[in-house]
């Protein structure tokens, strides 16, 4: 059966840092585009970062320099480190599957998605 679960969100202070984790089970993770989004309340789900099959990364502008992705095929799992954590960075984070590597910010790209993990950063 194919899933994504994420897990590590929860309440951070202002400039602290946590890291989420993607685990995927029912298929090879590394061979796919895989895709973290941001869901803030009362908005949209909106592309935060993805890494495709070769590896390469790509960062929205308001995270850049503050959150990396990687990936872990051995454990078929990716990770996005959140550090310097802003109260604007609050919302419910997915990763989802994409349908090819010509994909990373449009929630329509992707075609299998977690449940979310909630982030708080608050102080």
């Known amino acids: 059966q194919l899933q994504l679960v994420e897990s590590g969100g929860g309440l951070v202070l202002p400039g602290g840092s946590l890291r989420l984790t993607c685990e995927a089970s029912g298929f090879a993770l590394g061979s796919y585009t895989i895709g973290w989004f941001r869901q803030r309340p009362r908005d949209g789900r909106e592309g935060v970062s993805c890494?495709?099959?070769?590896?390469?990364?790509n960062y929205a502008s308001d995270v850049r320099g503050r959150f990396t992705m990687s990936r872990d095929s051995a454990k078929n799992t990716v990770y996005l480190q959140m550090n310097n954590l802003k109260p604007e960075d609050t919302g419910v984070y997915y990763c989802a599957r994409g349908r090819s590597d010509l994909v990373c910010y449009a929630p329509s790209g992707y075609d299998y998605w977690g449940q979310g993990t909630q982030v708080t950063v608050s102080s």
């Open positions: 890494i495709n099959s070769v590896g390469d990364k």
